[in-house]
């Protein structure tokens, strides 16, 4: 087993400091997932513990100058690593300035992710930061644990408003109630709406639009026909822990092109970020009353 | 804009209806005496007027005007309910309270007479917002029997100088003692606390001071605890009128001038600090 990877460029530093910072934010501990071809960030919380799901892809070429792993086997050619987001995150941030950042699978007394961070230095003699991350790693008759979630059978799919005005609302929501009621129909509409004993608050979101995906699940580009039929016009919902939602808003640092929310009705919510070659996936169960 | 696609008829069954094209000119006037969480309205054709008590001995007010809304309908005489101040201002924010200029939120106010709810439309940039708030009953608000005839001293001065030292009080006293004198030295402000006393004095013939009627001199404490949510008005506030009746009885009102121009008011009584073997006879 063994992995090496080195980021040299400082907008995919920081870009990588922006993927795990996100991550980090919405999870405590994680599991990182090395491949030959991409890098993924995978949670699954247990439904005691809330039941938040994340998995989030990511393609090395576009962030590692240098790419070296095998796995362990050639036929399993992957490693699985539980790491704590925080560490992580206190190696990646004396890498903010960093010249280079290598990123080492090595063996201590326990298996750690070495981050070798070169600093800019004045002098011939170079600078450099060494963090150990201990992680812990996956064996592999636990990998099954960690593969993607399937697509929801979701009955709405829907973009999502400006994230930032999302978050404005969901900020004032939080003070109200525990408690967000998220729903959509196939007219790109949204309502997010909290009800307590004192007060309930709707806010409409419309002239959204719905996105139309193939049988495959993928994405496809005509996005902007919005289907007349009556079904479309009505509305199907979910009940969510604004925390949790709040927290999925606050925290995301990158800057999604599309966010796309996929509703299962009274089942759970499905937000799908898409930056470029990135993706990230966030599941939220629904709360029922 | 989306508001007015509220049908017309529909705003028949409402007693009061208010329109305001910048939800932040009363977001604004409400924080200022967002001390508690419960708030008494109380409209008349002359606008609305909001007050919120503390320990009966405490009292402020907010005055949102007719003028300053767009559009102000009141079918009845008056209209009055208590009403979640923390709340409504909440739903006033809904859309964020940041002042990016050319985002304002457009409201639209109605309540449908004793027992209704107070229903608030906003809208910023194509997105309804729409609330539902329960009322209650309202309570009796205290009147502090505080007037202009009785009134011993009286200052107005620019809200600026005052700031400071307001919001350095040092907390660990019990109270705020105000002097007001015609001689030396005019106007005091002192406290005791933990690690010593502290005393500000300001001068009559300062640019600051606009208007100095002092008949006499008087000297008396306040409760530092109540006083302290007076400090949100006085921050947002140009000029302050502080003023003492015979009793020792503190008026403080707060001009405040919001986004758009107008002035509004708020102001605060507030019961002087009494030695516990007097007899509170008022």
């Known amino acids: 087993m063994r992995f090496r990877g080195r980021l040299v460029d400082v907008a995919c530093i920081q870009h990588f400091t922006r993927v795990v910072s996100t991550i980090s934010k919405l999870a405590k501990n994680y599991v990182l997932r090395i491949t030959p071809d991409k890098l993924y960030f995978i949670l699954n919380d247990s439904v005691t513990s809330g039941g938040i799901s994340i998995w989030c892809e990511m393609i090395q070429a576009n962030f590692f100058d240098e790419y070296n792993m095998d796995g362990v086997s050639a036929e399993f050619n992957e490693i699985y690593l539980d790491i704590i987001g925080e560490n992580i995150m206190r190696a990646l941030k004396s890498a903010q300035s960093a010249k280079s950042v290598k990123v080492k699978l090595t063996k201590k007394h326990t298996p750690c992710l070495t981050f070798d961070v070169q600093l800019p230095s004045l002098s011939v003699s170079s600078r450099n930061v060494v963090h150990d991350v201990p992680v812990n790693v996956i064996a592999r008759r636990l990998w099954e644990d960690y593969q993607e979630p399937p697509m929801p059978e979701f009955d709405i799919s829907i973009y999502m408003p400006p994230l930032r005005l999302l978050r404005n609302v969901i900020d004032r929501m939080k003070n109200l109630s525990s408690y967000v009621i998220l729903s959509g129909n196939g007219n790109g509409e949204m309502n997010l709406s909290v009800e307590t004993d004192m007060v309930s608050v709707t806010t409409h979101f419309r002239d959204l639009s719905n996105p139309t995906w193939n049988k495959d699940g993928e994405l496809e580009e005509s996005q902007y026909e919005i289907s007349q039929d009556g079904q479309s016009q009505n509305f199907v919902s979910a009940r969510i822990d604004i925390k949790k939602f709040s927290n999925f808003l606050i925290g995301q640092q990158m800057n999604p092109s599309k966010v796309i929310c996929n509703i299962v009705h009274n089942k759970v919510i499905h937000f799908f970020l898409i930056q470029d070659d990135l993706s990230l996936q966030y599941f939220i169960p629904v709360i029922s009353l | ?282």
């Not at chain 2, 007050?51 to 949102?64: M, P």
């Not at chain 2, 101040?85 to 639209?108: H, Q």
């Not at chain 2, 229903?119 to 029997?145: H, R, Y």
């Open chain 2, 1 to 282: 804009m989306s508001l007015s696609t509220q049908q017309g008829d529909e705003d028949g069954q409402y007693v009061l209806i208010a329109k305001l094209d910048n939800a932040r000119n009363m977001s604004n006037i409400l924080k200022a005496i967002h001390f508690k969480e419960m708030a008494t309205v109380f409209a008349t054709a002359n606008g609305i007027k909001v007050t919120v008590e503390d320990s009966k001995c405490i009292q402020a007010n907010s005055f949102l005007q007719a003028g300053i809304f767009q559009e102000f309908i009141l079918r009845e005489e008056s209209a009055t309910f208590k009403i979640d101040i923390t709340v409504l201002l909440e739903c006033l924010n809904i859309f964020g309270s940041s002042t990016l200029p050319g985002a304002t939120t457009a409201l639209k106010m109605c309540y449908g007479g004793y027992g209704s709810p107070l229903i608030l439309w906003l809208e910023e940039g194509g997105v309804l917002t729409d609330c539902t708030i329960k009322t209650l009953e309202p309570d009796e608000v205290l009147d502090f029997n505080f007037s202009s005839t009785n009134v011993i001293n009286k200052i107005i001065m620019k809200s600026e100088c005052l700031k400071e030292a307001f919001s350095e009080l040092d907390m660990t006293s019990e109270v705020l003692e105000i002097l007001m004198s015609p001689d030396k030295p005019y106007l005091r402000l002192s406290t005791f606390g933990n690690a010593g006393s502290t005393h500000a004095d300001y001068p009559k013939d300062s640019d600051m001071v606009e208007s100095f009627q002092c008949t006499q001199t008087q000297t008396n404490r306040y409760k530092l605890s109540l006083l302290k949510p007076s400090v949100k008005a006085l921050t947002l506030s140009n000029k302050i009128s502080i003023r003492t009746d015979c009793r020792g009885f503190l008026s403080l009102q707060y001009m405040i001038r919001n986004d758009d121009g107008q002035i509004c008011f708020v102001e605060y009584y507030c019961s002087p600090d009494e030695e516990l073997d007097e007899n509170d006879d008022r």
